[in-house]
């Protein structure tokens, strides 16, 4: 009986994804393969959500979002020219809708469930470890220039990439690696270019985003 | 029967050709212009100036497209390899990425001429 109701609650849920949340987000694939698809997202691809997403931060994000794109899912879409340069045109983003709790919860899981990419997720092995703020920053904005596209505080860095301040509250260690080794494994047709991070570097790099997330805690 | 045959294959070969050297240019033109839109224009700019919409706190800035004077300094080899293997491998800024994962050998090419396009120039002149 219990297991009965546990499994209509997840059709339920199936239900309730496909209607209202299918229009803007991909949950079954296949990936967008050309750029007019790419062009034509209205949401981050959810088909993949159980390899990338730490799923208590979707349960939090679902009731209370907060913009992670600050230029959109395509930035051409969200900018107009200024008299210095391109400017974001904040008229054009929308507010995501929230859910509540117990939907969170229920849809939470129900993405979770979606993992097509267990191989690209069992390649990486994150070591512990640590780094300075300073040392990170030197890497991320100096060495690298990934602060060209990503924000990693509110006020300081790029806008066309998803900021990068609550990145390892909001994804898996394995994902960023994983992801930064070779963004167009998991969308081929991504602004993001491949920089040939090597491994160490890699790993560092989760250890800075750890070290952000925490700060941006103590800042709220 | 056998003329005509022939002629009907010539004849195939003949709009195959044609297709080959009129179409596919145009196509790849296309294909560069939206290339660039998606990839390049986040820093070098709606208008290919260099004024994109990150640049706010980049240490260097973006080539401006459009300048004919600086553009012709730079030969199309070096401009496809700058954009295939990044800024650094002409000693300039690694904020100018490397895109030899995103593009084939082909595609830069096409880019290349879109630059071009861009600054109205040839490398020289």
């Known amino acids: 009986m219990a297991a009965l109701v546990f499994s209509c609650v997840a059709i339920a849920e199936e239900g309730r994804l496909q209607k209202e949340c299918a229009s803007c987000h991909n949950l079954t694939g296949p990936v967008a393969q050309t750029l007019k698809d790419a062009w034509a997202r209205k949401g981050p691809d959810m088909f993949y959500a159980g390899n990338k997403y730490r799923q208590e931060w979707l349960v939090s994000w679902l009731q209370k979002p907060q913009r992670i794109r600050p230029a959109g899912m395509y930035y051409g879409d969200h900018i107009k020219p200024g008299p210095s340069g391109d400017v974001i045109d904040a008229a054009t983003l929308a507010d995501h809708v929230a859910l509540s709790k117990d939907e969170a919860v229920a849809i939470a899981a129900e993405l979770m469930k979606n993992k097509p990419h267990d191989d690209l997720i069992a390649r990486e092995k994150i070591e512990p470890g640590t780094i300075t703020k300073q040392m990170g920053e030197m890497n991320f904005d100096k060495f690298w220039g990934c602060m060209a596209c990503h924000l990693i505080e509110p006020e300081y860095g790029g806008f066309s990439g998803p900021e990068l301040y609550t990145a390892a509250k909001r994804l898996q260690p394995e994902f960023i690696a994983s992801f930064i080794r070779n963004p167009q494994a998991w969308e081929p047709k991504t602004w993001m270019p491949n920089k040939e991070v090597p491994e160490g570097v890699l790993q560092k790099f989760v250890h800075y985003f750890e070290v952000l997330s925490k700060e941006s805690d103590h800042a709220q | ?125």
């Open chain 2, 1 to 125: 029967m056998l003329n005509k045959l022939l002629f009907v294959v010539l004849l195939a070969c003949n709009v195959q050709a044609y297709a080959t050297t009129t179409e596919a240019p145009a196509h790849a033109r296309e294909a560069a212009a939206d290339n660039y839109k998606a990839y390049c224009m986040q820093c070098h700019g709606t208008q290919g100036n260099g004024k994109g919409v990150n640049i706010r706190d980049m240490s260097a800035t973006p080539r401006d497209h459009t300048d004919a004077k600086s553009m012709s300094v730079r030969s199309d080899e070096t401009l496809f390899k700058v954009i295939k293997e990044g800024g650094s491998s002409i000693s300039k800024s690694i904020l100018m990425p490397p895109w030899e994962g995103t593009f084939s050998d082909e595609e830069i090419r096409d880019l290349v001429q879109h630059l071009r396009v861009l600054c109205k120039c040839q490398f020289g002149s």
